[in-house]
């Protein structure tokens, strides 16, 4: 397992359209098993593939232990697709591996089943997942369209967000 680079917002590479994963292979498992490293890394609960540069559609997500510990709820969705929203919308503190150190409400639904395949390429479901579940998986799936939470703060957040970050991804290269 690799931790790989993390795209940072505002890079446009976030917004690039991703693709289905098709061949469930050696490859795919490597990917996945990358993407959980850099997801730990750097104390992430759930990324998609286009936050380190790679435009399929895949997602992990880790949801912690009361402690904060990590690695009971492992899971690894490929080609994941939202089947319901359902439940009050509530609004919750949201972070990214793309948007370090910033975080901010989002109104998302308490309620989300999601569809998707397997590392084998088996068809499962998560059925009604509710709490911090529901919100990563909305949040996560959100990558997968090119969506960074931050689209969903005022025009006037986002603007200063986005001169902030794009300082800093100068300042990086
Ligand atoms: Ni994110």
Known sequence: MTAR?????????LRAPNRPVTEFNAELETLTSDMLET???HD???????QIGVHQNVVVIDIPEEDGSQGKHQLI???????ELAGEEV????GCLSVPEYRDKVTRH???SVSYQDLEGKEQSI???EGLLAICLQHELDHLQGKVFVDYLSRLKRSRLQKKYAKLLQ???
């Open 110 to 112: 308490s309620i989300c």
């Open 91 to 94: 609004e919750s503190e949201e």
């Open 171 to 173: 300042d990086k290269h």
């Open 44 to 50: 992430g609960i759930g990324l998609a593939a286009p």
């Open 77 to 83: 969705l490929i080609n994941p697709r939202i089947t």
């Open 5 to 13: 680079n993390v795209v940072f917002y505002p890079d446009p590479d």
């Open 127 to 129: 059925e009604k997942a």
């Open 39 to 41: 997801m730990y890394a």
